[in-house]
């Protein structure tokens, strides 16, 4: 588990348009929700950017609101679409010792045989997992090895993923995750082309005689 950030959250009372005056003000709007009744909440803008970059979506964060610590994960991060500008924050407030659910990314690690290397590559045919465990034990990454491919006719399953302690996936154990592919020759790739082009004028073809029916 990575350390716990911490930051320092006010109670909101400004709603509507008026937080246009608020981010003005140098605050960011947010709220949290997930354990107790949905609580809007306030924040300095400086302070949140600097957590928010060392914050995925998987990392817990003390928030200090009032007499209270709340541990949350940043669930939602709104931003302008040009100027990169924070409009708001979804907090989730969660319980350290109930499980949750998220998504991580599966990241392919390693080399394969050089001999193999030589003939194809690995493909990875799924890119992200959704995960269970408990808060503490949470992972943004899953990797997928890629010596688990020792043959052109391997694959890597969901059940063959060396999973962190406390982590469960929730997809079939038989889902395939990565396998291996051929690298095509020049003549394959012009017959791949020749093959589309034909299929492009059959369909030209067949367009031209319905529009003349």
Do not use: W
Not at 82 to 106: K, P
Not at 148 to 168: C, E, F, H, N, R
Request: aromatic share 2%; with cysteine; glycine share 6%.
């Amino acid at each position: 588990m990575s350390e716990k950030l911490t930051i320092v959250a006010e109670p909101r009372t400004v709603v509507g348009k008026q937080v246009k005056q608020l981010r003005r003000a140098g605050m960011i709007p947010a709220i949290i929700y997930g354990q107790q009744e949905p609580v809007a909440i306030q924040l300095e803008n400086k302070s949140l950017r600097r957590v928010l970059r060392h914050a995925s979506t998987t990392h817990l964060i003390d928030l200090e609101l009032q007499s209270s610590v709340r541990t949350v994960l940043a669930r939602e991060i709104q931003q302008h679409p040009t100027r990169g500008d924070l409009i708001h924050v979804d907090f989730m407030e969660v319980n350290m010792a109930e499980t949750i659910t998220s998504e991580a990314d599966l990241v392919l690690v390693g080399e394969i045989d050089e001999a193999l290397k030589s003939l194809g590559t690995v493909v990875m045919l799924v890119q992200s997992v959704e995960i269970e465990c408990l808060p503490g034990d949470l992972v943004s990454e899953i990797e997928v090895q890629a010596a688990g491919i020792a043959s052109a006719d391997d694959v890597i399953y969901i059940s063959d993923l060396q999973l962190p302690k406390g982590v469960t996936v929730l997809a079939d154990p038989e889902t395939v995750v990565a396998h291996f592919e051929y690298n095509l020759t020049a003549e394959q790739v012009e017959a791949e082309e020749a093959g589309l082009t034909s299929v492009e004028s059959v369909e030209v073809v067949e367009k031209g005689k319905r529009e003349e029916e």
